[in-house]
């Protein structure tokens, strides 16, 4: 069994259309990623080349409908956000920042000006786009952040500086989120406004094959036709958190389902004892327990997206398949390391790639902390984090 998913038929409960959209992303992958990804990893570099290629395939944005995006259904996506993890989880955070966050906040929140001037070009893969919530003090709770947008006039002013960025060093426009007199604004502010600078943070030891950055705004002066017209308070810019999230918990899978096919091949081939050590139960029962964890997630991961499909799905839904699928897929990528023993350190082989990776995605888009108290207050309706 080459595909672990194999175990319970997972792709029986799909249709023609999905798998041929995820055979698709797969293939391209296979081509164009694999075979440099882990020297990408190793010299910290993002093929920023590759964003139009990704543009053509189709996967920016490609669960919105309009301006050139592709208008698939939510099950579609995640299962594009599933290669492009297991090919490495920088991909499919460019991904989900590009189409999640940086896209959908246009799309959702933004004017028709707007959705015309930038969502054509971020889906082709022509400008590149980054959303600007986290702060250096203010993760987990944004409704602290101290950036702040003042009124001049016709004008805005806007200073601060946001943290941890996806992006953020080589993207065209930033949605950037901000405090007023009348509370949380998103704006637009696009690359070169005098004012807005960024700096990439480097020294990672997770997401090396992905850009993370600081941006700082000083005085940076926009107009109104900047601001998201429709992003009223924090709820705009946790809505597209929960667009980033549903990508993320199809995305874990990805990640987990690719250690254990490389755990797999390696035990077929690592002889000891005269004997590959796959016929040993101990290995086995790894690879057991790990299949059966991960079968788990996917079907986590397909049913939430049947709900998304149905516009049903809730924000302790999400929360509930982000803390599971990633706590489950950083498990298995450290399991499956103690299979390929003292060759599992090195980037000849994906789980320990894989497992440094997942800890970024253990963090953002909400701690395992916060979604753990948000499934909490679903079950209790005490807040416990306020």
């Given at each position: 069994?080459?595909?672990?998913?194999?175990?319970?038929?997972?792709?029986?409960?799909?249709?023609?259309?999905?798998?041929?959209?995820?055979?698709?992303?797969?293939?391209?992958?296979?081509?164009?990623?694999?075979?440099?990804?882990?020297?990408?990893?190793?010299?910290?570099?993002?093929?920023?080349?590759?964003?139009?290629?990704?543009?053509?395939?189709?996967?920016?944005?490609?669960?919105?409908?309009?301006?050139?995006?592709?208008?698939?259904?939510?099950?579609?996506?995640?299962?594009?956000?599933l290669e492009l993890e297991a090919a490495d989880s920088g991909f499919r955070s460019f991904v989900s920042v590009q189409g999640s966050l940086s896209m959908f906040s246009i799309?959702?929140?933004?004017?028709?000006?707007?959705?015309?001037?930038?969502?054509?070009?971020?889906?082709?893969?022509?400008?590149?786009?980054?959303?600007?919530?986290?702060?250096?003090?203010?993760?987990?709770?944004?409704?602290?952040?101290?950036?702040?947008?003042?009124?001049?006039?016709?004008?805005?002013?806007?200073?601060?500086?946001?943290?941890?960025?996806?992006?953020?060093?080589?993207?065209?426009?930033?949605?950037?989120?901000?405090?007023?007199?009348?509370?949380?604004?998103?704006?637009?502010?696009?690359?070169?406004?005098?004012?807005?600078?960024?700096?990439?943070?480097?020294?990672?030891?997770?997401?090396?094959?992905?850009?993370?950055?600081?941006?700082?705004?000083?005085?940076?002066?926009?107009?109104?036709?900047?601001?998201?017209?429709?992003?009223?308070?924090?709820?705009?810019?946790?809505?597209?958190?929960?667009?980033?999230?549903?990508?993320?918990?199809?995305?874990?899978?990805?990640?987990?389902?690719?250690?254990?096919?490389?755990?797999?091949?390696?035990?077929?081939?690592?002889?000891?004892?005269?004997?590959?050590?796959?016929?040993?139960?101990?290995?086995?029962?790894?690879?057991?327990?790990?299949?059966?964890?991960?079968?788990?997630?996917?079907?986590?991961?397909?049913?939430?997206?049947?709900?998304?499909?149905?516009?049903?799905?809730?924000?302790?839904?999400?929360?509930?398949?982000?803390?599971?699928?990633?706590?489950?897929?950083?498990?298995?990528?450290?399991?499956?390391?103690?299979?390929?023993?003292?060759?599992?350190?090195?980037?000849?082989?994906?789980?320990?790639?894989?497992?440094?990776?997942?800890?970024?995605?253990?963090?953002?888009?909400?701690?395992?902390?916060?979604?753990?108290?948000?499934?909490?207050?679903?079950?209790?309706?005490?807040?416990?984090?306020?």
């Amino acid at each position: 069994m080459k595909d672990p998913l194999d175990l319970l038929d997972l792709s029986s409960t799909l249709t023609e259309e999905e798998r041929e959209i995820q055979a698709t992303v797969a293939r391209f992958l296979a081509d164009r990623v694999r075979p440099h990804i882990a020297e990408w990893f190793e010299n910290a570099h993002f093929a920023r080349e590759l964003a139009p290629e990704l543009g053509k395939l189709g996967v920016l944005g490609m669960h919105l409908e309009g301006y050139g995006c592709a208008g698939t259904n939510a099950v579609s996506y995640g299962l594009a956000c599933l290669e492009l993890e297991a090919a490495d989880s920088g991909f499919r955070s460019f991904v989900s920042v590009q189409g999640s966050l940086s896209m959908f906040s246009i799309w959702k929140w933004g004017s028709e000006e707007q959705k015309q001037e930038w969502l054509p070009r971020l889906a082709a893969g022509e400008a590149i786009g980054c959303f600007g919530l986290t702060e250096p003090d203010f993760g987990s709770n944004p409704s602290g952040m101290r950036t702040r947008a003042v009124r001049d006039g016709d004008d805005w002013i806007l200073n601060g500086s946001k943290m941890w960025i996806t992006n953020g060093g080589i993207a065209d426009v930033a949605t950037v989120w901000a405090q007023t007199e009348d509370g949380v604004r998103g704006f637009l502010v696009p690359r070169g406004t005098p004012g807005f600078t960024t700096q990439d943070i480097k020294q990672k030891m997770s997401l090396r094959a992905s850009i993370t950055s600081e941006l700082y705004f000083d005085n940076v002066r926009l107009p109104d036709s900047a601001r998201l017209p429709l992003a009223e308070g924090l709820r705009g810019p946790l809505s597209c958190l929960n667009e980033a999230r549903f990508g993320i918990l199809f995305g874990a899978v990805g990640a987990a389902r690719d250690c254990i096919q490389t755990a797999i091949e390696y035990a077929d081939s690592r002889v000891q004892f005269d004997k590959p050590i796959s016929a040993f139960q101990l290995t086995q029962k790894k690879l057991a327990d790990m299949s059966v964890s991960l079968s788990s997630a996917a079907l986590i991961a397909v049913h939430l997206g049947r709900l998304k499909d149905q516009h049903r799905i809730r924000p302790e839904q999400i929360s509930v398949g982000k803390l599971n699928n990633v706590r489950e897929a950083i498990a298995i990528a450290r399991e499956c390391r103690t299979v390929l023993g003292a060759n599992g350190i090195s980037l000849e082989y994906s789980p320990l790639r894989h497992a440094n990776n997942l800890e970024s995605v253990l963090t953002y888009e909400g701690t395992s902390e916060m979604h753990t108290l948000v499934v909490g207050q679903a079950l209790t309706g005490q807040p416990a984090f306020r």
